[in-house]
C-alpha cells in the first residue's frame, strides 16, 4: 500500500465514520477490547446490509482491510481501479460469474489472500457469501477457513492468523436514525489446529466453519424459518409493548430469550406453538387490515386529546407539506432507491450516498443565492430557520402517524374488540413465552 493510498484509505475511512454517525442514531460496539492487534486477521461477521458491513468493520478493526468482493464490481476498467486501488477490494468469482460448464477459478483470489495476510494485514470475508437482510444465518461457504489454514500452512502453523468472529444487529437498516449494536466475538486462532490438520483437512475446515457458524448464531437474532421469525416479531411487539425497554441493546437480549422459549414451545408442546400461531396471526391480521400496529391499541386514549388531536390534524398536515416542500432534498432519496427498485439490503447506502452528494449541494445553492442576493441579517435569519424546521420534520411525521392511526381505531368501531383480542394473545404468552 502506497503512502497515498494510506491517506485515501484514512480519508475515505473518517468520512465513512461521520456518515455512519449521521445516518444511525446509535451505534454500539460490544466487547471490541477482544479484537487481536497486531495480527493477520480475516473478518468473518453476517452480513445483513450490503455496503454498510464492509464499511462498519473498516471502523472496528485496526490497521488497513482489504475486502473480498464480486467479480462483477471488477469487470469494467473504472470501476476495476476504484474497487483495486481506492476500496483495496480482492475480486472473488461465483458461478454466475463463469460461462456455463466453466469452473469457478479463484488461485489468484487465494495468493492474493495470502499475501495480505503474511504482511499482518486484515481481510473482510463475510462467509454466507452474499448479503442477505433478515435475521437468519444461512449456509457459511468454508472458504475464509481454507485460505486461513493454507496462510497457516506456509508459516509451518506459526502465522499469528485469527478469525474475529462479528455480529451485527440492525433495528431496521434501511431506515434514517435507526440503531446497529455489533457484537464481537471470540478470535479463532488458527495455528491451534495444527495436529488436528495433520489429520484431517477436510474436517479442519469443517470444525472452524461449525465454530464461526455457533459464534454467529449467539451474536446476533437468528430465526431458523420465516414463521419463527414472524412469531417472534409478534411476541416482540407485544412484549415491548408492555414493558418499557428503551435500549436496543437491551431488546436484542430479550428477543434471544424470547426466541429460546418460542423453539422450546414448538420442541415440545407444537400443539401448543400453532394454537400461540393462530391467535397472534388472528390478532395482527386484524391490525395490518386496519393499517394501524399494537401501540395504538396499547395506549391509553382520552376523549379530550382526541378532541384536541382533531383539531391540529389539519393545521399540522398543512405545516409539515410546507416544511417538505421547503425540504425536499431530503426525501431524494428515498423516491431514488425506490425508482432503482433495489433489494432492501442496498437501502442505506444508496440514501447515504444519494443524500451525500445532494443534500450539500441544494443547501450550498439556497445560502449562496441569499448571501449574493439578500442583506447578512436576511442570511442569517433563513439559515437559522432551515436549521429549526429541519429538526422538527421527523417529530412532526410522527406525531401525526400517531393521530392517523388513533384516528383509524376509533372509527372502526373495533377497540374493545382489539383489547380483547390483544389481552387473549399475552395471556397465551405470559407462561411460556414472556418468561424472561
Not at 8 to 16: D, E, G, H, P, S
Not at 183 to 196: A, N, Q
Request: a positive charge; aromatic letters at 10%.
Amino acid at each position: 500500500m502506497t503512502l497515498l493510498q494510506k491517506i485515501v484509505y484514512v480519508f475515505l475511512n473518517n468520512l465513512a465514520k461521520l456518515v455512519l454517525r449521521i445516518y444511525f442514531k446509535k451505534i454500539v460496539i460490544v466487547d471490541k477490547h477482544k479484537i487481536p492487534r497486531n495480527s493477520a486477521t480475516l473478518i468473518a461477521p453476517n452480513h445483513p446490509n450490503t455496503m454498510i458491513d464492509p464499511v462498519l468493520m473498516a471502523n472496528i478493526m485496526p490497521g488497513w482491510i482489504h475486502f473480498l468482493a464480486n467479480y462483477g464490481l471488477f469487470k469494467y476498467p473504472l470501476s476495476k481501479f476504484l474497487m483495486s486501488k481506492v476500496f483495496f477490494s480482492i475480486p472473488v468469482k461465483r458461478e454466475k460469474d463463469v460461462a456455463e460448464g466453466e469452473k469457478v477459478n479463484n488461485l489468484t483470489t487465494i495468493k492474493i489472500c495470502n499475501q495480505v495476510l503474511q504482511n499482518k494485514g486484515s481481510i473482510f470475508m463475510g462467509p454466507e457469501g452474499t448479503s442477505y437482510a433478515y435475521r437468519r444465518i444461512r449456509h457459511l461457504k468454508d472458504g475464509i477457513a481454507r485460505i486461513a489454514l493454507s496462510a497457516a500452512k506456509r508459516k509451518k502453523f506459526q502465522s499469528g492468523i485469527v478469525i474475529q468472529p462479528v455480529g451485527t444487529n440492525y433495528s431496521a437498516s434501511h431506515l434514517f436514525r435507526s440503531e446497529l449494536v455489533s457484537f464481537v466475538g471470540e478470535p479463532i486462532f488458527i495455528d491451534d489446529y495444527k495436529d488436528e490438520f495433520k489429520k484431517d483437512r477436510e474436517a479442519t475446515a469443517q470444525s472452524i466453519m461449525d465454530n464461526i457458524r455457533n459464534q454467529l448464531e449467539s451474536l446476533t437474532i437468528h430465526t431458523n424459518d420465516e414463521i419463527e421469525n414472524q412469531l417472534l416479531r409478534w411476541s416482540e411487539n407485544l412484549y415491548f409493548n408492555n414493558n418499557s425497554t428503551p435500549l436496543f441493546i437491551e431488546k436484542l437480549k430479550i428477543s434471544q430469550l424470547l426466541l429460546k422459549n418460542i423453539r422450546n414451545v414448538k420442541d415440545k408442546q407444537y400443539h401448543k406453538f400453532e394454537e400461540i400461531w393462530q391467535q397472534l396471526f388472528k390478532y395482527f391480521k386484524v391490525l395490518e387490515d386496519l393499517k394501524i400496529d399494537d401501540s395504538t391499541i396499547n395506549q391509553k386514549i382520552n376523549n379530550s386529546r382526541i378532541h384536541i388531536e382533531s383539531i391540529l390534524k389539519h393545521p399540522l398536515n398543512l405545516l409539515l407539506k410546507i416544511l417538505m416542500l421547503i425540504h425536499c432534498v431530503w426525501f431524494l432519496p428515498l423516491f431514488v432507491f425506490k425508482k432503482l427498485k433495489l433489494y432492501i439490503a442496498y437501502a442505506s447506502m444508496i440514501k447515504i450516498l444519494v443524500g451525500l452528494i445532494f443534500i450539500p449541494i441544494y443547501y450550498s445553492i439556497i445560502l449562496v443565492l441569499l448571501y449574493y442576493f439578500t442583506n447578512i441579517k436576511i442570511f442569517f435569519t433563513v439559515l437559522i430557520a432551515l436549521i429549526i424546521t429541519a429538526l422538527i420534520i421527523m417529530p412532526l411525521e410522527k406525531i401525526l402517524e400517531k393521530i392517523r392511526k388513533n384516528n383509524a381505531l376509533l372509527s372502526s368501531n373495533r377497540r374493545e374488540e382489539l383489547l380483547l383480542m390483544r389481552s387473549e394473545c399475552v395471556e397465551l404468552l405470559q407462561k411460556e413465552i414472556f418468561s424472561v
